[in-house]
T-cell receptor, first 115, second 113 residues
Framework: DGGITQSPKYLFRKEGQNVTLSCEQN?????MYWYRQDPGQGLRLIYY???????QKGDIAEGYSVSREKKESFPLTVTSAQKNPTAFYLC??????????????FGDGTRLSIL | GNSVTQMEGPVTLSEEAFLTINCTYT??????LFWYVQYPGEGLQLLLK?????DKGSNKGFEATYRKETTSFHLEKGSVQVSDSAVYFC????????????FGQGTILTVHP
């Protein structure tokens, strides 16, 4: 079945450590997105990519980095500069070049906590 | 910029009650509108969508109509079930933010037997 796979499901970060969240899709979608979800705040966009080797900052990019070397993969690194990383992270993708009328498909998320 | 405002939650209903979750938006141009549902510990699933004014999206007994004159996209269901308990998000795409979704804060729905 086609879909988006996020791993790991749970992740713990030590002080000063960078951690990388994986996102893989086999939907042949061009555009991919990373969101952060905090209780009572909905989802906020961290980074997005509409084509391989190109990505754009979202609303809360500070302390995060991404790469898009392959169409199907869009890993997110939470760096030590992100002082409040505890959250639920969701990856999404959409087809048709990210056209606004296309729905986004979501993975099952990674829950990141501080040790 | 774009913004979405949902009714405050949580919402608690008895089984077979009528559900309305209000959603209003601000956007320039002609955005597409979506309702997503999130079950505990999972990602978001598309519930329904509407891409132009007066369109009605529907799925699994849920409905929402794109009202440009009132900039609204309220979610309704005539008879809720316990299995509908989840978090519901209204979102828009387009306007000034091509391809990016802007979400409301989410509404927690709990349905009791």
């Amino acid at each position: 079945d086609g879909g988006i796979t996020q791993s790991p499901k749970y992740l713990f970060r030590k002080e000063g450590q960078n951690v990388t969240l994986s996102c893989e899709q086999n939907l042949n979608h061009d555009a991919m997105y990373w969101y952060r979800q905090d209780p009572g705040q909905g989802l906020r966009l961290i980074y997005y990519s509409q084509i391989v080797n190109d990505f754009q900052k979202g609303d809360i990019a500070e302390g995060y980095s991404v790469s898009r070397e392959k169409k199907e993969s869009f890993p997110l690194t939470v760096t030590s500069a992100q002082k409040n990383p505890t959250a639920f992270y969701l990856c999404a993708s959409t087809g048709n070049g990210g056209a606004g009328n296309q729905p986004q498909h979501f993975g099952d998320g990674t829950r990141l906590s501080i040790l | 910029g774009n913004s979405v405002t949902q009714m405050e939650g949580p919402v608690t209903l008895s089984e077979e009650a009528f559900l309305t979750i209000n959603c209003t938006y601000t956007a320039t141009g002609y955005p597409s509108l979506f309702w997503y549902v999130q079950y505990p510990g999972e990602g978001l699933q598309l519930l329904l969508k509407a891409t132009k004014a007066d369109d009605k999206g529907s799925n699994k007994g849920f409905e929402a109509t794109y009202r440009k004159e009132t900039t609204s996209f309220h979610l309704e269901k005539g008879s809720v079930q316990v299995s509908d308990s989840a978090v519901y998000f209204c979102a828009l795409s387009g306007g000034t933010s091509y391809g990016k979704l802007t979400f409301g804060q989410g509404t927690i729905l709990t349905v009791h037997p």
